[in-house]
């Protein structure tokens, strides 16, 4: 299986500055014959299902703000939230989806403002 | 629109089984995988496993797969999961999902959960 490993845990940011979420895989989720690596993000607030912001490592899915931007390839991976408002505050989960079965995420990052 | 029903919450003892429904509208049930995510309380997210909605492929977790089993009902467009033989770590937050695109595994569309609590 895939192990996704997030930095950090717990996060503390200022209103209005970067927020920056790394995620690694054990192995390289990068599938070189479409040049696409099999990796999302997802934003949960509390009480609420998890919401897709980024799919294959950098496509903002529909909706979400430009202030979400997701880069990296291979094996290392970042989530920025460039200018942090307050309804930003939940927990981002990193997700590949190349090895399958089975799908694997990553334990989540909990994001507060400081 | 998309939209993923599911059934409510359930209280079960250890050793009983739980059968969960997904009910679908707003798109072409057969056109379209379903997945189903289960959280643990405070926890992260597990993937349990996959089915095809056109012709029954179905994927498990290594983890779980002698204890669930996934279906689906066309006519109803409702998808199933049951699993078997629960623990008092199945208690869990279990989500059907439903990818944007065709053969894709990330997932745009959630149910809103469905809390199973296992307690003797």
């Known amino acids: 299986d895939i192990v996704m490993t997030q930095s950090p845990d717990s996060l503390a940011v200022s209103l209005g500055e970067r927020a920056t979420i790394n995620c690694h895989s054990s192995?390289?989720?990068?599938?070189?014959?479409?040049?696409?690596?099999?990796l999302a993000w997802y934003q949960q607030k509390a009480g609420q299902p998890p919401k897709l912001l980024i799919y294959w490592a950098s496509t903002r899915a529909s909706g979400v703000p430009d202030r979400f931007s997701g880069s990296g390839s291979g094996t290392d991976f970042t989530l920025t939230i460039s200018s942090l408002q307050a309804e930003d505050v939940a927990v981002y989960f990193c997700?590949?989806?190349?090895?399958?079965?089975?799908?694997?995420f990553g334990q989540g990052t909990r994001l507060e403002i400081k | 629109q998309v939209q993923l029903v599911q059934s409510g919450s359930e209280l079960k003892k250890p050793g009983a089984s739980v059968t969960l429904a997904c009910r679908t509208s707003g798109y072409d049930f057969t056109k379209y995988d379903i997945s189903w995510v289960r959280q643990a309380p405070g926890k992260g997210l597990e993937w349990m496993g996959w089915i095809s909605t056109s012709n029954g492929n179905i994927n498990y977790a290594q983890i779980i797969e002698d204890r669930v089993t996934l279906t689906t009902d066309t006519s109803s467009t409702t998808a199933y999961m049951e699993l078997r033989n629960l623990r008092p770590d199945d208690t869990a937050i279990y989500y059907c999902?439903?990818?944007?695109?065709?053969?894709?595994?990330?997932?745009?569309?959630w149910g809103q959960g469905t809390l199973v609590t296992v307690s003797s």
């Open positions: 997700q590949q989806y190349y090895s399958n079965p089975p799908i694997t």
């Open positions: 192995q390289t989720i990068l599938y070189r014959p479409k040049n696409r690596n099999y």
């Open positions: 999902v439903r990818p944007y695109d065709y053969g894709d595994f990330h997932y745009d569309f």
